[in-house]
């Protein structure tokens, strides 16, 4: 799988918007860009993903660059709940072989009140 | 509540045992993985199932092995456990294989070897 570089931490106000970047410069035309999140003492949980186009749900909003090098998943509002590792994952659906998610380290979001 | 369910939430045993994790995927989902989780290695897949057959292999030991039942339930064995094998074990379910299919990941089950 191609590789996505994220900063290790961010910070952010509750109730503002917080924007979190990924790079990933090797990805190819094939690869879907995931996000997953870890609340403390919990599983991963789906965020949401993408391929070319800009997506939103009712968690966030996922910005891909034109180039698709590089994305940033928006949290429009952050709360206290939103406080996780937010990890971004690169998964190639031409691969089916298997559907296992490639971890890195992740950003750990931090929301003060 | 992602649906998935792992038992047991927490095991602490001892260096050379044997234990059986087990995993609920969530109703109707045909895939199951098996992630772990340590504090030097991170997120790693060790594993997974898909209808009753092994579909992929990660970073699985061979002291590990695992199996997907009939009824889509699936275990996860470590024998000869070594202190290193203390970390959180997650299961995670999708309906298919594919890239699209969302993976539902369950509480864990937290390995203690001692």
């Known amino acids: 799988d191609a590789k996505t570089t994220q900063p290790n931490s961010m910070e952010s106000n509750e109730e503002e918007p917080v924007h979190l970047p990924c790079n990933h410069s090797?990805?190819?035309?094939?690869?879907?860009i995931h996000w997953y999140r870890q609340l403390p003492s919990q599983g991963p949980e789906y965020v949401i993903h993408?391929?070319?186009s800009n997506v939103n749900n009712r968690m966030a909003s996922l910005a891909i660059a034109e180039d698709r090098k590089s994305s940033t998943l928006i949290l429009h509002r952050a709360t206290l709940r939103d406080a996780a590792v937010y990890y971004c994952?690169?998964?190639?659906?031409?691969?089916?072989?298997?559907?296992?998610?490639?971890f890195g380290g992740g950003t750990r979001l931090m929301v003060k009140p | 509540d992602s649906g998935v369910t792992q038992t047991p939430k927490h095991l602490i045993t001892a260096t050379g045992q044997r234990v059986t994790l087990r995993c609920s995927p969530r109703?109707?989902?045909?895939?199951v993985y098996w992630y772990q989780q340590s504090l030097d290695q991170g997120l790693q897949f060790l594993i997974q199932?898909?209808?009753?057959?092994?579909?992929a292999k990660g970073n699985i030991l061979e002291r590990f092995s695992a199996q997907q039942f009939p009824d889509l339930h699936s275990e996860l064995n470590l024998s000869s456990l070594e202190l290193g094998d203390s970390a959180l074990y997650f299961c995670?379910?999708?309906?298919?294989?594919?890239?699209?299919?969302?993976?539902?990941f369950g509480a864990g089950t937290r390995l203690s070897v001692l």
């Open positions: 995670a379910s999708s309906f298919r294989g594919a890239v699209k299919n969302i993976q539902y």
């Open positions: 109703s109707g989902d045909l895939s």
């Open positions: 994952i690169l998964r190639d659906r031409g691969d089916n072989a298997g559907n296992m998610l490639t």
């Open positions: 993408g391929l070319t």
């Open positions: 199932y898909y209808n009753g057959e092994e579909r």
């Open positions: 090797t990805i190819s035309g094939t690869d879907y």
